[in-house]
């Protein structure tokens, strides 16, 4: 009897040694110390021996099932332990792994152009008026001095807007932002400086010059002794801080019905200056924006008199001039939202 317990104690240590979770150590518990576990049998089998071998054989068996007890205790807590730690390890946080990086938005390559040729022409004391995306056709047009049936109409592919909104087609997108020159004219009494920014709308058949919607910055000044050599001071300081002090810039005769005379401004290739090259397709210059002075009918559509005032105006797209300014071949880029183009100009 002694010597079954003692190879018992041995099997039950060796298998309580080998188990590694909770659930393999209650499995070793019903097996050995369950209510038919081998030492409960064990114990049960001491009245049905002889009563000489009964004292020894009783006293070994509790032995054995108190250091088997004894032993469960102690290697349930250790694997509690563990299983606990385990788990804390597994919820933990590791403090030295790399932050994810939140995504951070960024300004439009139009609006940061934008941006910065308000901000030229602020320095050289110009505000800044925004007007109406939809506007009346006598703004965009009739007070601009393109009544209607001018052949001038013809230069804008204009977007009408259905009734019942405005009447007989005199409500459209605006083709450009000249009529917020008609609009601040209208508020405000000369001296007046002003930049007026936003998009236009045409109806364009779209190529890489031409969007259906684009942004235009038109500029005004009008005052007493307002002459074509402080338009031609203001656009050129304009394009030398834009694209550097080096630029030469040239004016030529251009025909706009708001203004008499007109120009168009061009500043040397900033590609092969003035060599020749694809950008200028091979003539050395760049064309930047319409300018010119002016024209006494619009003063005298507004309010201003002539004999007392004259004023220039200019007005340039804001894609060209990023274009320009980044060497981007195609206005389609500014718009089609991909963001492989768009986050080359995070600033
Ligand atoms: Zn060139």
């Known amino acids: 009897m002694l010597e079954k317990i003692k190879s018992l104690r041995e099997k039950a240590i060796q298998e309580l040694e080998a188990s590694a979770d909770s659930n393999s150590l209650e499995e070793w518990k019903r097996t050995y110390l369950g209510k038919k576990g081998f030492v ?83 320095r050289m004391g110009f505000g800044v008026y925004e007007g109406p995306e939809v506007e009346w056709d006598e703004y965009n047009f009739g007070l601009l001095n393109i009544p209607p049936e001018h052949p001038a109409r013809d230069m804008w592919d204009t977007l009408y807007i259905a009734p019942p ?10 083709t450009h932002t000249s009529p917020d020159q008609i609009r601040v004219m209208e508020l405000t009494k000369p001296p007046i400086r002003v930049v007026v920014p936003g998009r236009c709308y045409r109806h364009e058949a779209t190529d890489a010059s031409h969007e259906w919607m684009f942004y235009q910055v038109e500029g005004l000044a009008v005052d007493k002794g307002i002459t074509m050599a402080h338009l031609k001071g203001v656009l050129t300081t304009f394009v030398r801080e834009m694209f550097g002090k080096e630029r030469k810039v040239r004016f030529r005769c251009d025909y706009f019905p708001f203004v008499e005379p007109g120009a168009d401004m061009a500043m040397d290739c900033i590609v092969c200056g003035g060599k020749g090259c694809r950008v200028c397709k091979f003539t050395g210059w760049l064309e930047i924006l319409g300018a010119g002075m002016v024209h006494p009918q619009v003063l005298r559509n507004v309010g201003i008199d002539p004999n007392i005032y004259t004023g220039f105006a200019f007005g340039m797209g804001v894609e060209r001039i990023a274009m320009l300014k980044h060497k981007i071949d195609d206005i389609r880029y500014f718009y089609a939202n991909d963001l492989r183009f768009l986050k080359q100009f995070r600033a």
């Open 40 to 122: 409960t049998q064990l114990l049960r089998q001491i009245g049905s021996l002889p009563p000489e071998e009964r004292p020894k054989a009783g006293e070994a068996a509790n032995l054995l099932r108190d250091e088997l007890t004894q032993l469960y205790e102690e290697k349930a807590s250790a694997i509690k332990e563990a299983e606990r730690l385990q788990a804390a390890k597994a919820q933990a946080i590791d403090v030295t792994l790399p932050g994810r990086r939140p995504q951070i938005g960024a300004l439009h390559p139009v609006t940061q152009t934008l941006r910065e040729i308000i901000e030229i022409f602020s």
């Open 165 to 174: 909104y405005g009447k007989d087609g005199n409500m459209l997108l605006r």
